[in-house]
């Protein structure tokens, strides 16, 4: 008996020995699979699962139904066909339907499913996981048949989009402001997905600061892009120094698990004393008669000229044209300054209202107005007696000669 079961176990191994392998199918006595190999087009790291397009079929050439299990196995590093390395992690590959029945004298397919992690390490890969098909032993049978099929898989070069994904940017990414002043900031959303979608955006500051983002809800097609505007209000007691930060979050709407946030800093500070401020004017002091005119010309200087502001003119009498100007580059704007019709004194002035820069500031220059004069001057009398003098003694000498 013993003898007998030896001759079984022997004629089992020598059927196993005389199976056939060929480019287009693996073959055993009584079941095939086919392809016996092939290679993948290159598949995403996507992070989610990809169908194979390449079927397994499996041939029950048995005149019984016979039942197969299908698993994915990581072939020994020095099996695997050149320019390929085994697959790193076996369970990146599976099969759905990994135990069948097969009706006798028939096939039946199978499908593969890969998924391999969205890892920029993983794009550009070439490996080889084999697939093992084996048939259940019934009663009676000492072994198990099994077949290997060999799978090549190559990884894209680039990752793909996600169904849906999204950026935030927030600029500018840090601020200054003083105590009860509001702040803008410019917030980008981004949908990086392939799919549209709807964004829920919020914002979230330290207790006390007050913050809001508007609107607070974008609807973006792939690949488009959208804006909002933060808003942040710097407390009226907030100490100089101070650094608060405000983090701005998108949702997605279809899928609450996607959302991506980015953060902005508001720095305290502190508005020390105005610098010294400088308003001349080009004349202190002007005599004129009455209704001549004159240039004057004020200057607004800090620690350097100060251009683009705002210069009223005065004057008690008179007029000046024009009333008022803006600086220029040297911190100089000029008038024309023109005496009234009568004899007075006059105060002509220059005034800056002053900004969260600088002090208001002001300056005065002060004129005499005269009447034109009538008479005969001094000068002109002195010059005439001199004159008559050369004459008169002109005259008397020619009589005496």
Not at 21 to 39: C, I
Request: proline share 7%; hydrophobic share 40%; net charge negative.
């Amino acid at each position: 008996m013993g003898t007998e079961r030896f001759r079984g176990a022997l004629l089992s191994i020598l059927v196993i020995a005389s199976l056939i392998l060929s480019s287009g199918h693996v073959a055993r006595a009584q079941f095939e699979v086919s392809p016996g190999e092939f290679t993948t087009h290159p598949i995403p790291p996507s992070g989610s699962n990809v169908k194979i397009p390449q079927e397994l079929s499996i041939w029950n050439k048995y005149n019984i139904n016979r039942f197969f299990s299908i698993y994915a196995v990581k072939p020994p590093e020095n099996e695997v066909g050149e320019g390929f390395e085994p697959i790193p992690d076996i369970s990146w590959l599976f099969i759905l339907d990994s135990f069948i029945e097969v009706e006798e004298n028939s096939s039946k397919s199978v499908e593969m499913w890969v998924n391999i992690p969205r890892w920029e390490n993983l794009l550009d890969k070439r490996w080889e996981a084999w697939i093992s098909v084996e048939r259940q032993p019934r009663p009676g049978e000492l072994v198990a048949l099994t077949l290997e099929v060999k799978a090549k898989i190559i990884t894209t070069e680039e990752l793909p989009p996600l169904p849906r994904s999204v950026e935030v940017s927030i600029s500018p990414s840090s601020w200054s402001g003083l105590p009860g002043t509001s702040l803008s900031y410019t917030v980008t959303v981004k949908n990086t997905g392939s799919i549209d979608d709807t964004y829920t955006l919020s914002a979230v500051g330290a207790e006390g600061w007050s913050v809001s983002i508007e609107p607070t809800s974008l609807i973006l097609a792939a690949g488009a892009t959208g804006e909002a505007t933060l808003s942040v209000v710097v407390p009226p007691d907030a100490e100089e120094g101070t650094v608060m930060t405000t983090t701005v979050s998108a949702r997605s709407e279809g899928d609450p698990t996607v959302i991506e946030t980015d953060t902005c800093g508001t720095i305290v500070t502190f508005l020390g004393p105005p610098p010294p401020l400088y308003l001349t004017i080009s004349e202190e002091n002007f005599t004129l008669q009455v209704g001549e005119s004159r240039y004057l010309t004020a200057t607004l200087i800090s620690d350097s000229p100060v251009a683009d502001k705002l210069i009223t003119w005065s004057a008690t009498a008179g007029t000046i044209a024009p009333s008022s100007g803006k600086t220029d580059t040297a911190g100089q704007v000029t008038v024309v300054y023109t005496a009234p019709s009568y004899e007075t004194y006059v105060i002509v002035s220059a005034s800056y209202a002053g900004s969260e820069q600088y002090e208001p500031s002001s300056v005065n220059s002060y004129g005499t107005i005269t009447e034109p004069s009538t008479g005969i001057s001094m000068e002109l009398v002195i010059a005439i007696m001199i004159g008559c003098a050369i004459i008169g003694a002109a005259i008397l000498l020619a009589k005496r000669r």
